[in-house]
């Protein structure tokens, strides 16, 4: 089964202050994504990317910036988090043979 | 931007019962995913169909792409199929999804 682990898997940060949120991937998958949960809503793309070294925004991508260092990893930076940042973090990465997604387990951020 | 709505919001069941998830969508999808997400917990993806009707297990998903609609089917609901489905449209070259807001199902003894 793919595996994608995201670190931390809570945060409580301080408005104005740094968040970097991390995921890795053992799936040698090309696309990852970053979507954010607020309750009693769906998910909702930040950003994605299709190749280390590449991102691209997606449907709520202000405030938010993301990082592929490599296929394995795709981080999501908030420089200046805000209250309206507080919310459940998904990272997954997509299988390249079905387009099957694999989430991890989520990031409760809450911002203080 | 393109909609995904879902309906019910929510679905009380009796174990055993039938359970039937709608989803409706703005535009022309290249696909139609479902997933299932536990209070708290990760999503899993049930079915991926881009068309037609798709059979895994106890659940069926129809998707009518021109009619820019699908539908998860539960069979015989059991008390740990409670929990939140969602369906997700995928656009831009299958690249993206976008998710409705969920169907949250309560199945009761």
């Known amino acids: 089964e793919a595996a994608v682990t995201q670190s931390p898997r809570s945060k409580v940060a301080v408005t104005g202050g740094k968040v970097t949120l991390s995921c890795h991937q053992t799936?040698?998958?090309?696309?990852m994504y970053w979507y954010r949960q607020d309750t009693g809503h769906g998910l909702r793309l930040i950003h994605y990317?299709?190749?280390?070294?590449?991102?691209e925004k997606g449907d709520i991508p202000d405030g938010y910036k993301a990082s592929r260092p490599s296929q394995e990893n795709f981080s999501l930076i908030l420089e200046l988090a805000s209250l309206s940042q507080t919310a459940v973090y998904f990272c997954?990465?997509?299988?390249?043979?079905?387009?099957?997604?694999?989430f991890g387990h989520g990031t409760k951020l809450s911002v203080l | 931007g393109q909609q995904v709505q879902q309906s019910p919001a929510s679905l009380v069941l009796q174990e055993g019962e039938n359970a039937e998830l709608q989803c409706n969508f703005s535009?022309?999808?290249?696909?139609l995913q479902w997933f299932y997400q536990r209070p708290g917990g990760s999503l899993v993806s049930l079915l991926s169909?881009?068309?037609g009707t798709k059979h895994t297990g106890r659940l069926t998903s129809t998707t009518v792409t021109k009619e820019r609609r699908g539908s998860l089917h539960i069979s015989s609901s059991q008390i740990t199929d409670s929990g939140t489905y969602l369906c997700?449209?995928?656009?831009?070259?299958?690249?993206?999804?976008?998710f409705g807001q969920g169907t949250v199902l309560s199945v009761i003894p």
């Open positions: 990317s299709y190749v280390a070294d590449s991102t």
């Open positions: 997954a990465s997509r299988d390249n043979s079905n387009e099957r997604l694999f």
């Open positions: 799936n040698n998958h090309d696309y």
């Open positions: 169909n881009p068309s």
């Open positions: 535009s022309t999808a290249t696909r």
């Open positions: 997700a449209m995928a656009t831009g070259g299958n690249n993206k999804l976008t």
